[in-house]
């Protein structure tokens, strides 16, 4: 045998040692680097040009996009983002938490295991994340997509985006997507628990409690989209866990006769002119204030961390709509974001066996 086959090639890079890490990539949706208008049309441009998120012809939705979209709507956003923005972290509340969820789960996980967190549309972006995982020596990457209920626009979206950077890679590190928890126990023990915790706060109590997720157009459903199944059943475990009375339309609420306190599922955050899931949430909180309810709490089960949705869209456009209808009192119950609850529930969800 010839023993220049056995020598090192000059330019070759020793790997002793790599692989043999773990790691956890935490994937939230996204964020904009800041409210102004450059700012918002690049995260707008990102987001709502992924094919997933909206399914037009490519050719027509680039005029739509750049022609209307983005030079109006980065005002709009970026005024709905100045409201709730993190001034002393100069980030969204998305980024805030986020990055401090990941911080806990690190320590909660110990130093064998590398955290890190990215998001899918905005810094820190996932393949940048992978690359330096990678380089860190994770040989095991496990993504955990904060997306309780799976969508093809959310968790789908992200997996797309590991694969496209998966197909670059000449050495390819093990990578194992763990799945949505929508159902999962200590999930809908937690956000149950945040609702009853939050209660104790009010002096008064909610005679009905809109469980809001965010919207899908219905035809995505229709395509075969898991979405709606998956929160209609976090919604109705997280009304048993209660002891509540599940109910899937205002004029359930007003129909019943149970003294038991009401669960509402609905959908918020709808798009365009098209049919989306519902009932829709804006609709439903002023139907409940003309149907006589009075008293009304939010909880927003399928958002792991408060952001533009819950903060500004819930917290204070649907406190003014349910108001001017006629209710009383309205209050939105926080997200899990990075107390307690949700770092258990993100070490229960990646060790099931505990």
Known sequence: ???????????????????????????????????????????????????????????????ILHVFILTIRPFKSGAAYASIWDKQR????????????????????GKDVLVRFAMRYGQPNIPTVLSEMQAAGCGRIRVLPLYPQYAAATTGTVVDEVARWLLKQRWQPSIEIIPPYYDHPAYITAIAGSVRDYIKTLKWQPEVVVASFHGLPLKYCTKGDVYYCHSHKSARLIAEALGWEFCRTVAEVEASKSKKPKLLLTFQ??????????????????????AGIKNVLVVCPGFAADCVETLEEIALE????????????????????????????????LNPDT
């Not at 045998?1 to 935490?26: E, F, I």
């Not at 049919?275 to 804006?282: A, F, K, R």
Request: net charge positive; glycine share 8%.
């Open 90 to 109: 100069n980030a969204s509340p998305l980024r805030v938490i986020t990055e401090d969820t990941a911080a806990k789960v690190q320590k909660k996980l």
């Open 269 to 290: 955050s709808r798009f365009g002119k098209e049919v989306w899931l519902q009932p829709y949430t804006d609709y439903s909180l002023v139907d409940l204030a003309k």
């Open 1 to 63: 045998m010839n023993p220049s086959y056995l020598a090192t090639p000059k330019d070759h890079k020793r790997t002793a040692g790599m692989g043999k890490k773990t790691g956890v990539l935490l994937v939230n949706l996204g964020t904009p680097d800041g409210t102004d208008y450059w700012s918002m049309r690049r995260y707008l441009r990102e987001f709502l040009w992924d094919a997933r998120v909206i399914e037009v012809p490519r050719v027509i939705w680039w005029v």
């Open 318 to 349: 649907g406190r003014d709509e349910f108001l001017e209808a006629g209710g009383k009192n309205y209050a939105v119950v926080p997200c899990l974001n990075d107390g307690l609850g949700g770092i258990d529930v993100i070490y229960k969800v």
